[in-house]
């Protein structure tokens, strides 16, 4: 679905949990802008969601980079 200019994915139907349904939307740079072909720039990494949690009005102190990375991470934290 796209709105606003950025696509979105409806969450999976199955018993995915939080990292497997991460890595699906990271992957597929859902919430991303946009480009002219119309398919988001290209995947988050984490270096572009901890930007892009900073620039939340609300969220003055902004996001640790090492905590991101560790949500891209195999691993059991995050």
Not at 12 to 37: M, N, Q, T, Y
Not at 42 to 67: H, K, M
């Amino acid at each position: 679905m796209i709105k606003n200019g950025k696509i979105f994915l409806p969450p999976p139907g199955d018993e995915s949990d939080f990292k497997e349904i991460f890595k699906r939307l990271a992957a597929a740079g859902a919430g991303r802008p946009l480009g002219k072909d119309g398919f988001p720039a290209g995947p988050w990494t984490p270096e572009l969601l901890a930007e892009a949690i900073s620039q939340i009005d609300s969220n003055r102190i902004g996001v640790d980079l090492r905590t991101v990375q560790l949500w891209f991470q195999e691993n059991e934290k995050g």
